[in-house]
């Protein structure tokens, strides 16, 4: 759909749900109360779980702090729910931040495995401390007061309810078309990528865990003072598992999946706890599982992907407009033509008996354009990694624009002005390719998470988005601006690879293989561009496998064989080299 398409269906639907409360009975709204509230914590396991690829079993947990809080302010102290709102708050990011911190650098299942125990041990602290009333919890919670009038009726919270799931839609929805939003949705898929690109993917986690556990506590709050009572038994490891299939159900990383999941689960969980005691009034409990599990397998068959998704892919698709022009990104001070930019001083780098590379020197001066090449193995990819940083040396020193790089994070050189490209392209298929090449710039921006939130971002979006057509028209792929990047033959996401780099405006480009796998013309039209790469005055560092591509368009040549470098100088002189004869020819020449 349409961006004004879906603005006015939202704006629809926010009108219906304003006026179900003339249309539906007390239980009814009380069960969209519900449903509001399972949907925030949904909505932030869409973007946690969904988006960036970190399944949360514990959200359940950061929902029961921030009732607990609340409840215990409110209730065991006197205290005004507001000020308990913003307790839960506090108290509930202050230990998602400490947790995040702690396991957020673990991998796949053991993260995910973590968030099952603290979930766990969360859940069993709430029983078993005197002061929160144990297992038989909180209760005489006071309601939520707006100018003195007290929410008590169903009705009357329910616009609390909806008022929050749509600003934390909203706010979500800017978010995830943000920069910040970009790095987010570029996680899954390794950090290598991100880092390159000068982002912090670590922090990007956690910013988002502490978002999704934000809209935990809010969650938690409204739950503490609609249902007046609080106990250990509606925060435990199901209720979290129950989230997380809340979010699955609803579409993964869909916003709005958040939403029609906690419908689905909530309404199916109510008609099966209606119906199955008129077959088995003895059994229900049992048959109620029975009967999630078999919704759940029907699910995974039909529409894995989640609900959302699936629909969405049967809309008619309305084709994105090209950004407007804007005034351009600010430029770099690039070096002057001739002056030293790059020095690997005695580079090792070991894995584990093998020496990739072998006390490796080269220098690279400003405006050049630098070939680095070598039979496979002969570890050029493995330099390309030392020098930018996604691998680290063993010994020796890199220099870069008169810094010390050796021991600086990947994300520190990619800012400083080194961008490049892999041997293996690393995209992110399902992402724009616009989307990917914006990635790019993702180091010269500055709107952080809340200005993205807000959309207060837009003036420095439209210069990014302007910035990065006119690499992909500097490359010849504007045509496919909008097209999903896996869907591009494999020499033009080379070049989608090589527009990303070229929007971080750096000062050298490091090329790995970029004409690996493409067909001849493809690759006279690759030179072409890199010879109006240096005519801009940029620097370039190509590893490349084909001599002939090298030969004519590069001025120097750095030759490596096993881990050594064995020549170095002009084409002609290293053509004639029989060192590199030997080497590079295997013997033939
Ligand atoms: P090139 O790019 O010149 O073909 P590489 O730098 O990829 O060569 O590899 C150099 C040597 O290091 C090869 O023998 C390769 O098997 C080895 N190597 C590269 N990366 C790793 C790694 N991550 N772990 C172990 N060995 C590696
Ligand atoms: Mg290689």
Redesign the pocket.
């Known amino acids: 759909m349409s961006r004004r398409a879906t603005l006015i269906v939202s704006f629809l639907a926010v009108v219906a749900l304003a006026c179900a409360p003339l249309l539906f009975s007390s239980f009814t709204i009380s069960l969209f109360n519900y449903i509001g509230i399972y949907a925030l914590v949904a909505i932030g396991l869409a973007l946690l779980t969904g988006v960036a690829g970190i399944v949360s079993f514990g959200q359940a947990a950061f929902v029961g702090v921030a009732a607990y809080a609340t409840a215990w302010l409110s209730a065991l102290n006197g205290y005004s729910p507001w000020l308990g709102l913003l307790l839960a708050i506090i108290l509930t990011c202050a230990v998602a931040a400490a947790l995040g911190a702690a396991t957020l650098r673990l991998e796949g299942h053991f993260l995910s495995l973590s968030t099952l125990a603290w979930g766990l041990a969360i859940g069993f602290l709430f029983g078993n401390v005197e002061g929160l009333g144990n297992f038989s919890g909180i209760s005489n919670i006071p309601p939520i007061r707006i100018g003195g009038h007290a929410l008590m009726k169903s009705e009357e919270i329910y616009y609390l309810v909806l008022l929050m799931v749509v600003l934390s839609l909203v706010a979500m929805y800017n978010l995830l078309d943000s920069r910040w939003g970009r790095a987010l949705r570029a996680l899954r898929g390794g950090n290598v990528l991100v880092e390159s690109l000068g982002v912090n993917a670590f922090q990007t986690k956690l910013a988002a865990f502490v978002i999704a556990a934000f809209l935990a506590a809010l969650s938690g709050w409204l739950y503490a003072h609609m249902s007046r009572f609080v106990s250990p038994a509606s925060f435990d490891a199901a209720m979290g598992i129950e989230y997380l299939m809340m979010a699955m159900v609803g579409g993964q990383g869909s916003l709005i999946g958040g939403v029609v999941g906690a419908s689905i689960i909530t309404f199916l969980k109510n008609a099966i706890q209606d119906y199955l005691p008129l077959i088995s009034p003895n059994a229900a409990g049992q048959l109620e599982v029975v009967a999630f599990a078999a919704i759940f397998i029907v699910f995974l068959q039909y529409a894995r992907r989640g609900v959302v998704p699936f629909i969405a892919a049967r809309l008619p698709n309305a084709r994105p407009t090209a950004p407007a022009p804007a005034a351009a990104l600010d430029l770099r001070a690039q070096p002057a033509t001739g002056a030293p930019l790059l020095k690997v001083d005695q580079a090792m780098r070991r894995?584990?008996g093998?020496i990739?590379?072998n006390a490796v020197s080269f220098d690279v001066r400003a405006g050049e354009i630098v070939g680095l090449i070598?039979?496979?193995?002969?570890?050029?990819?493995?330099?390309?990694?030392l020098l930018t940083g996604a691998?680290q040396l063993d010994g020796g020193e890199i220099e870069f624009s008169g810094l010390p790089i050796s021991r600086a994070p990947q994300r520190a050189i990619a800012r400083a002005g080194i961008a490049r490209t892999f041997?293996h392209v690393k995209l992110r298929p399902r992402m724009s390719v616009l989307d990917n090449v914006l990635l790019g710039a993702h180091g010269r921006l500055q709107s952080g998470i809340v200005r993205g939130m807000l959309r207060l971002e837009r003036s420095e979006e439209a210069r990014a988005r302007a910035e990065a057509m006119r690499q992909l028209e500097r490359t010849g792929l504007a045509e496919h601006a909008f097209d999903v990047a896996g869907s591009l033959p494999l020499g033009k996401q080379r070049l989608v690879e090589i527009a990303r780099a070229l929007a971080a405006d750096p000062t050298l480009l490091v090329l790995?293989e970029p004409a690996a796998g493409l067909r001849r013309n493809e690759k006279m039209e690759l030179a072409t561009l890199l010879r109006e790469l240096r005519a801009d005055r940029l620097t370039v560092l190509l590893?490349e496998h084909d001599m002939e591509f090298v030969m004519s368009l590069v001025d120097r040549i750095v030759v490596?064989d096993f881990?050594s470098k064995i020549s170095e100088g002009l084409p002609a002189e290293v053509r004639a080299d029989p060192r590199v004869q030997e080497a590079y020819l295997g013997g033939v020449a």
């Open positions: 894995f584990g093998l990739a590379v070598g039979p496979n193995g002969a570890g050029k990819s493995t330099m390309f990694n691998l041997q790995d590893v490596m881990g």
